[in-house]
């Protein structure tokens, strides 16, 4: 009886001890760092377009899937109508206009007049790593910036940066860590588009 009676601390030991250095390495999630300009009329910004975001990294496809993702979520959470890309394009086409890393006030305001937009979201893809999938060693890393500009004033209503790996969001044991830079992007998008206004 005191053997076992002795082996029980000595097990909750090894367990805490167990528990605590599975923790270690864990991250404390906090949101993108973002900015919304004070005193905005919500009830002024009813419809959005979203131009494809640049992308400054090497993974081709950065650019889509990232815009893709900025669109479906902003669909999901329903606070903007969303400009069809399509309508987007064929705007940025006739104009023969090319959008990098920002886009002319004028340019923003014959926009409001053609396609009824209250404002715009431009961004850039900073990092994207993990997108080759032979590569499962590779932990994912996703970086963006995004701003919401007022299409006839040209002001900024809000900007985030949101940078993540994949290992941000892994609990205990590696459960919750997140695989595939797809899905990261889904989560890094979300937690931007929930600090929009």
């Known amino acids: 009886m005191k053997h076992r009676f002795l082996c029980k ?6 367990l805490v001890s167990l528990f605590l ?8 999630l906090s949101g993108p760092n973002s900015y919304q ?23 081709r496809e950065a650019s889509r899937i990232v815009t893709e993702a900025f669109l479906a979520e902003l669909f999901k959470k329903k606070t903007f109508k969303v400009e069809f890309p399509g309508n987007v394009r064929a705007f940025l086409v006739n104009e023969r206009i090319v959008v990098r890393t920002g886009i002319d006030l004028q340019t923003m305001k014959l926009m409001a007049k053609r396609l009824g937009v209250d404002a715009v979201i431009i961004g850039e893809v900073d990092e994207y790593v993990g997108v080759d999938d032979t590569e499962r060693h590779v932990t994912p890393l996703v970086s963006i910036r995004s701003r919401m500009v007022d299409s006839r004033s040209g002001k900024i209503l809000w900007l985030a940066h949101h940078r993540r790996t994949g290992d941000h969001y892994r609990k205990v044991l590696d459960f919750g860590k997140v695989r595939s830079v797809a899905a990261l992007t889904g989560k890094v998008v979300g937690e931007m588009i929930q600090s929009m206004p």
């Open 37 to 59: 300009r004070t005193g905005i009329d919500k009830s002024k910004i009813k419809k959005v377009a979203v131009f494809s975001f640049h992308n400054n990294t090497q993974a």
């Open 9 to 14: 601390p000595r097990f909750l030991f090894s």
């Open 21 to 28: 250095v599975a923790c270690v390495g864990c991250y404390s």
